[in-house]
């Protein structure tokens, strides 16, 4: 990026120097550091931040996941309660091999007397809702807390999900405007800090209202911390290097969601899950000391002395010497603060206002928006459904995770290979596939029919890999996060819609969430083949550079 500055005269400390342009290209200056333990020690530590954002997104599946339960038969169930015993399809109706959850058959009056539960003891003619419940296992959510059971719980619980995804649908742009105008770091941690405090007050609610506020506000300001914390780390390192670099920081996302399913197994209270997820990340707090602030920002932003300062640790922690003419423009003191009297600063909306005026950049724009869109309806859509899936509710949701480490890992190596535009048409094109043919599987391959699921998810936590870095190639560092954050806003309409996909099971049958998101996924293959190709290429920095390679 030309940066125009003033330069000061050696003969004179008042005189005003004459302006130069400084063409520092960060991507050579980054080759020849070559990747080293300086990257890696950061690229680890982010990771370990990506790890906890991985938590606010999809907790609410398990503390505000529904329950198996069933009404309570005050003729039948004596001082033990079995929540599926032999007599219960005498005393309520059952869809699907379950026991509706709020619906009994009026019992006839010698039921009690006989105390025997037959078929005889029942009239299935007539069909009321009870107000006691016997539930499947001792596991507490709000469901059970706050009374959320029967017909309203479907779309309160469903509404949790969806507040979830609001707070990150206002967040996510909000954030990536402010992290371009004061920093990948600072928003990064301060939204962390947030994001614990309300993760932990809604570990402490009383109520229904109270819950989804703090759902709200833990998600909005979480929000940040993803897409903050990704780029700060593939800011850090060459071209070549962004897929590795990409790749060690993504592996670490999947874990956070596998910790915490392992955590809820095993705590099974929502409060206990909450607490001991929230807690720990206290402890980001010292990452203010241990992370450097984005060298790209800093150059952009004129920090150039801060920026110095990181190439030099990263020279010594490397042990590579630093390029001549980056020692020599600093001894030449050109890295000087700005003058805000001869370079006003303009307004933060302006530089957006300016790309949306670029014809290529505003269709690809509105192209990585429905990337986006698909990637998180179909990823949070398999990660919500996955609960629904026959067997154990929380082995299907750890390994529904669990897949996403060999999928980051894989697609790592693919984009260093592979163009980009490629791998990712392939992923979506290939996710929508097993999706359509996961619902085509008879229901009694259950194996099958996971492993099908499983897949499904493997190729879409691949596209979704592949967007993220796909995403800031393609935008210039002085817009990066604010565009990334735009495409991804519009990509948390469809997370917002996901947890909305469970009621689509009532509406049109069991197949029709995961059918849809095979429809829409092989749509996004398609038009994702339009997107320029990125692979090697230099990050470019300004909106001018952008538009050149949108002309090239």
């Known amino acids: 990026m030309d940066l125009r500055r003033n330069l000061r005269s050696c003969s004179s400390a008042s005189a005003k120097s004459e302006t130069k342009s400084l063409t520092w290209d960060l991507d050579e200056i980054l080759t020849d550091l070559k990747f080293g333990r300086y990257q890696l020690k950061n690229l680890l530590l982010i990771g370990l931040l990506l790890m906890f954002a991985n938590i606010f997104p999809l907790s609410f599946t398990l503390t505000a996941g529904d329950l198996d339960y069933r009404c309570r038969i005050p003729e039948c169930d004596n001082n033990v309660t079995i929540y599926k015993p032999s007599w219960l399809?005498?005393?309520?109706?059952?869809?699907?091999?379950?026991?509706?959850?709020?619906?009994?058959?009026?019992?006839?009056?010698?039921?009690?007397?006989?105390?025997?539960?037959?078929?005889?003891?029942?009239?299935?003619?007539?069909?009321?809702?009870?107000?006691?419940?016997?539930?499947?296992?001792e596991e507490v959510t709000?469901?059970?807390?706050?009374?959320?059971?029967?017909?309203?719980?479907?779309?309160?619980?469903?509404?949790?999900?969806?507040?979830?995804?609001?707070?990150?649908?206002?967040?996510?742009?909000?954030?990536?405007?402010?992290?371009?105008?004061?920093?990948?770091?600072?928003?990064?941690?301060?939204?962390?800090?947030?994001?614990?405090?309300?993760?932990?007050?809604?570990?402490?609610?009383?109520?229904?209202?109270?819950?989804?506020?703090?759902?709200?506000?833990?998600?909005?300001?979480?929000?940040?911390?993803?897409?903050?914390?990704?780029?700060?780390?593939?800011?850090?390192?060459?071209?070549?290097?962004?897929?590795?670099?990409?790749?060690?920081?993504?592996?670490?996302?999947?874990?956070?969601?596998?910790?915490?399913?392992?955590?809820a197994w095993y705590l099974q209270n929502w409060r206990q899950l909450l607490i001991a997820c929230y807690s720990p990340a206290l402890l980001f707090v010292l990452y203010y000391w241990l992370i450097p602030e984005s060298v790209r920002w800093l150059q952009t932003n004129g920090r150039h002395d801060k920026a110095?300062?990181?190439?030099?640790?990263?020279?010594?922690?490397?042990?590579?010497?630093l390029p001549d003419r980056v020692l020599e423009d600093h001894n030449e003191d050109m890295f000087i603060k700005k003058i805000d009297d001869d370079e006003p600063s303009e307004p933060f909306w302006k530089p957006i206002f300016t790309a949306f005026k670029s014809k290529q950049l505003l269709l690809r724009l509105f192209n990585c928006s429905f990337s986006w869109f698909t990637g998180t309806l179909v990823y949070y859509g398999l990660s919500i459904n996955s609960i629904s899936l026959a067997g154990d509710k929380y082995l299907n949701f750890i390994l529904t995770n669990a897949v996403e480490v060999p999928a980051f890992i894989l697609s790592g190596f693919i984009m260093e290979k592979v163009e980009r535009r490629v791998s990712l048409s392939a992923a979506f094109f290939f996710s929508g596939i097993t999706c359509i043919l996961c619902?085509?599987?008879?229901?009694?391959?259950?194996?099958?029919?996971?492993?099908?699921?499983?897949?499904?998810?493997?190729?879409?936590?691949?596209?979704?890999?592949?967007?993220?870095?796909?995403?800031?190639?393609?935008?210039?560092?002085?817009?990066?996060?604010?565009?990334?954050?735009?495409?991804?806003?519009?990509?948390?309409?469809?997370?917002?819609?996901?947890?909305?996909?469970v009621l689509l099971r009532d509406m049109f049958g069991k197949h029709a969430p995961v059918l849809l998101f095979g429809v829409i996924a092989v749509v996004a293959g398609g038009l994702s083949t339009s997107f320029p190709e990125t692979l090697n290429k230099k990050l470019p920095d300004t909106l001018n550079q952008a538009k050149l390679e949108n002309e090239e």
């Open 89 to 137: 399809t005498n005393a309520v109706p059952f869809k699907e091999d379950s026991p509706r959850k709020c619906e009994m058959y009026q019992p006839v009056d010698n039921v009690r007397e006989n105390l025997t539960c037959s078929k005889e003891g029942f009239n299935t003619s007539v069909i009321h809702q009870c107000h006691d419940w016997v539930f499947a296992t």
């Open 439 to 501: 619902e085509f599987i008879p229901a009694d391959m259950q194996v099958t029919q996971i492993v099908f699921f499983l897949l499904s998810k493997f190729l879409i936590t691949t596209s979704f890999n592949i967007i993220y870095i796909y995403s800031a190639e393609m935008f210039p560092t002085e817009l990066r996060l604010s565009l990334c954050g735009l495409a991804s806003m519009f990509g948390r309409v469809g997370s917002m819609i996901a947890p909305q996909t």
């Open 308 to 321: 110095f300062a990181i190439l030099k640790k990263i020279s010594d922690s490397n042990d590579i010497k």
């Open 142 to 263: 709000i469901v059970k807390e706050f009374n959320i059971l029967c017909e309203q719980s479907k779309w309160e619980l469903a509404m949790i999900g969806t507040i979830n995804n609001i707070g990150q649908f206002f967040g996510i742009p909000i954030f990536g405007i402010i992290s371009d105008r004061y920093g990948r770091k600072f928003v990064a941690l301060s939204c962390t800090m947030l994001s614990v405090l309300f993760g932990i007050l809604r570990g402490l609610s009383t109520s229904y209202l109270m819950f989804a506020a703090f759902e709200f506000l833990d998600s909005f300001f979480g929000s940040a911390i993803y897409g903050t914390a990704f780029i700060l780390g593939i800011e850090l390192v060459n071209p070549s290097m962004r897929p590795i670099a990409a790749t060690i920081i993504g592996t670490f996302y999947p874990i956070g969601a596998v910790i915490m399913g392992l955590l």
